[in-house]
């Protein structure tokens, strides 16, 4: 995997139900994981990477899609409810607390309607208009991380929950 902001991440190997990779960002150490598992089930891969790594929560950073945000629209937040997201909805079970950080990643696009059925709708690819936000919001995403990763939660939270110029800040 090559992210928009030029860390070249090889997400490659197998690991507690996951794909992972090791990187050093901004002189940190850090483990890349994308769970393999059903989404209900990613908890699972979580909770099996945190033990064998030892990983606190407070080091943890969950990124998750939500189709309550505008598309590409950032939400970052300390701890917090699943908000109906089901991969949050099994890492909070697995781990047995809230009380982890987590990165939302806004996918409500414009073919988006309340009450759409979501596992259709994640399926579908995004509209062409849509491609330039998405690129955008994964550029600004990847910023975020850098931010949390260097300077902390709280001031990627100031820095990246503002919304971001000619995207919705709610749908």
Same mark, same amino acid.
Not at 18 to 26: I, N, S
Not at 69 to 92: C, E, F, V, Y
Not at 148 to 167: H, K, S
């Given at each position: 995997?090559?992210?928009?902001a030029?860390?070249? *991440?090889?997400?490659?190997?197998? +690991?507690?139900?996951? &794909?992972?990779?090791?990187?050093?960002?901004?002189?940190?150490?850090?483990?890349?994981?994308? @769970?393999?598992?059903f989404?209900? &089930?990613? %908890?699972e891969?979580?909770?099996?990477?945190?033990?064998?790594?030892? !990983?606190? #929560?407070?080091?943890? &950073?969950? !990124?998750?899609?939500?189709?309550?945000?505008?598309?590409?629209?950032?939400?970052?937040? #300390?701890?917090?409810? +699943?908000?109906?997201?089901? %991969?949050?909805r099994? *890492? !909070? /079970?697995? &781990?047995?607390?809230? +009380?982890? @950080?987590?990165?939302?990643?806004? *996918?409500?696009?414009?073919?988006?309607?309340?009450?759409?059925?979501? /596992?259709?709708?994640?399926?579908?690819?995004f509209?062409?208009?849509? #491609?330039?936000?998405?690129?955008?919001? *994964?550029?600004?995403?990847?910023?975020?991380?850098? =931010?949390?990763?260097?300077?902390? !939660?709280?001031?990627?939270?100031?820095?990246?929950?503002?919304?971001?110029?000619? =995207? @919705?800040?709610?749908?």
């Amino acid at each position: 995997m090559r992210t928009p902001a030029g860390y070249g *991440i090889r997400v490659d190997r197998f +690991d507690c139900r996951a &794909l992972v990779g090791q990187a050093r960002v901004e002189g940190k150490m850090v483990l890349f994981a994308k @769970p393999q598992t059903f989404m209900n &089930l990613s %908890g699972e891969s979580v909770k099996g990477l945190m033990q064998k790594y030892e !990983i606190d #929560r407070e080091r943890l &950073l969950v !990124i998750a899609d939500d189709a309550a945000l505008p598309l590409g629209r950032l939400r970052l937040r #300390r701890s917090g409810s +699943d908000g109906g997201q089901k %991969g949050l909805r099994s *890492i !909070i /079970s697995c &781990l047995g607390s809230e +009380d982890f @950080p987590r990165l939302r990643f806004g *996918i409500a696009g414009e073919t988006f309607r309340p009450g759409t059925d979501l /596992s259709d709708y994640v399926l579908e690819r995004f509209g062409k208009a849509e #491609r330039e936000d998405v690129k955008q919001g *994964i550029e600004r995403a990847c910023e975020a991380v850098r =931010v949390f990763l260097t300077r902390g !939660i709280e001031d990627a939270m100031n820095e990246f929950n503002r919304p971001q110029e000619g =995207v @919705p800040a709610e749908s």
